[in-house]
T-cell receptor, first 114, second 115 residues
Framework: AQSVSQHNHHVILSEAASLELGCNYSYGGTVNLFWYVQYPGQHLQLLLK??????LVKGIKGFEAEFIKSKFSFNLRKPSVQWSDTAEYFCAVNEHSSASKIIFGSGTRLSIRP | DAMVIQNPRYQVTQFGKPVTLSCSQTLNHNVMYWYQQKSSQAPKLLFH???????NEADTPDNFQSRRPNTSFCFLDIRSPGLGDAAMYLC??????????????FGQGTRLTVV
């Protein structure tokens, strides 16, 4: 069965630190990959997405992610975090099967110290 | 110009009393999803429609049912809500046709309280 793993449950950083959040998936076929962010009390927002082409994708608010097919990974990065990046981050995967469902990883809570 | 609309935003229901949550979309997407999200947890896929085909997740309780009468509307029925069903329920849509895909577009959710 398809699964998405986010191994970092809670990450605490100081402002201006660099960020990398891990995401691994298990599906062996063609996939689309996403990172969503959920700020406290708000609904899910798309940060970035990968469909095809350049495996390094850039999203909003200075975030980027790299798709490494051989590692089944899609890690999220930001060179310098801000206090306003405090939020929950979810990796999601859409498999190219007949059912085409999108499932989410367990999420990583990011706390930024001012 | 909301594209995925969920009603109501807040729903209070009594323990054991059937409740229906609704979702509509203006995107003409062929896939519609229902997720359950509890506090500080990831959205958990309950089921989704790929066109008219209903796809139930293996661990979704029988207490949860869904209907999709047409492309634009989808309903989540909880036949006998328990206290453990209190959560945010998220509707989402996406397009999946051949090789064409989009991300999931989410509604603002319905927060269900069971009393």
């Amino acid at each position: 069965a398809q699964s998405v793993s986010q191994h970092n449950h809670h990450v605490i950083l100081s402002e201006a630190a660099s960020l990398e959040l891990g995401c691994n998936y298990s599906y062996g076929g063609t996939v689309n990959l996403f990172w969503y962010v959920q700020y406290p009390g708000q609904h899910l927002q798309l940060l970035l997405k990968y469909f095809s082409g350049d495996p390094l994708v850039k999203g909003i608010k200075g975030f980027e992610a790299e798709f490494i097919k051989s590692k089944f990974s899609f890690n999220l990065r930001k060179p310098s975090v801000q206090w306003s990046d405090t939020a929950e981050y979810f990796c999601a995967v859409n498999e190219h099967s007949s059912a085409s469902k999108i499932i989410f990883g367990s999420g990583t809570r990011l706390s930024i110290r001012p | 110009d909301a594209m995925v609309i969920q009603n109501p935003r807040y729903q209070v229901t009594q323990f054991g009393k059937p409740v229906t949550l609704s979702c509509s979309q203006t995107l003409n997407h062929n896939v519609m999803y229902w997720y359950q999200q509890k506090s500080s947890q990831a959205p958990k896929l309950l089921f989704h429609y790929y066109d008219k085909d209903f796809n139930n997740e293996a661990d979704t309780p029988d207490n949860f049912q869904s209907r999709r009468p047409n492309t634009s509307f989808c309903f989540l029925d909880i036949r006998s809500p328990g206290l453990g069903d209190a959560a945010m329920y998220l509707c989402a849509t996406s397009r999946a046709l051949g090789l064409e895909r989009t991300e999931a577009f989410f509604g603002q959710g319905t927060r269900l309280t069971v009393v």
